[in-house]
């Protein structure tokens, strides 16, 4: 069935860098857009970044408060998709996850339909 | 940036009560939105997308309603399940934002 990994959390110090890995299966992974998400503990969701499937460039899209420290990547041979964070702040611990979508282009695609179960990043 | 406001940000409701949570987005974002169910410790579910599709495996309690700026879900018959806290999400545009959330508690 069609499932989401994610792994590559942990603990961090301030300043560090990190790369988050998400592993794909059960579906076509290079015909999906794919995303982060992540939810500081006890607060709600917010959205980082997605991508499409081909990755190419133009193709990748980032919110303000991370553009320029996070880089979101994949690798279709690998069916994975992965998340490099630099120059990681107090602010960024949060549980990470990925999720396939949205296709914003279709308004029936454009939604996040299957989640992984996170991995927790946490910044000392 | 669209902004989206839920409301309430929590109610309290027995088990058979029809509960419904109301979304705000900030400009039209035509039928762009989503919802999810958190339940603690796990990842979101899709629910409902394009406004009022029910997601494939999500029982009929749940319905979606709205366009443009302003829409609800409602859940008719609430069950032990149903406890958890509800997002709405547009896909209009980006940044792709989320509401605050709604927690659903048991009165």
């Known amino acids: 069935q069609v499932h989401l990994v994610e792994s590559g959390g942990g603990l961090v110090k301030s300043g560090g860098s990190l790369t988050l890995t998400c592993a794909a299966s059960g579906f076509t992974f290079s015909d999906f857009y794919m995303s982060w998400i992540r939810q500081v503990p006890g607060k709600g969701l917010e959205w980082l970044s997605y991508i499409s499937g081909s990755g190419a460039t133009g193709s990748i899209y980032y919110a303000d408060s991370v553009k320029g420290r996070f880089t979101m990547s994949r690798d279709n041979a690998k069916n994975s998709l992965y998340l490099q964070i630099n120059s990681l702040r107090v602010e960024d611990t949060a549980v990470y996850y990925c999720?396939?979508?949205?296709?914003?282009?279709?308004?029936?695609?454009?939604?996040?339909?299957?989640w992984g179960q996170g991995t927790t990043v946490t910044v000392s | 940036d669209i902004q989206m406001t839920q409301s309430p940000s929590s109610l309290s409701a027995s088990v058979g009560d029809t509960v419904t949570i109301t979304c705000r987005a900030s400009h039209s974002i035509g039928s762009y939105l989503n919802w999810y169910q958190q339940k603690p410790g796990r990842a979101p579910k899709l629910l409902i997308y394009?406004?009022?599709t029910l997601q494939s495996g999500v029982p009929s309690r749940f319905s979606g309603s709205g366009s443009g700026a302003d829409f609800t879900l409602t859940i008719s018959g609430l069950q032990p399940e149903d406890f958890a806290t509800y997002y709405c999400q547009q896909s209009y545009s980006t940044p792709l934002t989320f509401g605050g959330g709604t927690r659903v508690e048991i009165k």
């Open positions: 999720a396939r979508g949205p296709d914003i282009v279709e308004e029936s695609a454009a939604n996040m339909d299957v």
């Open positions: 394009a406004a009022s």
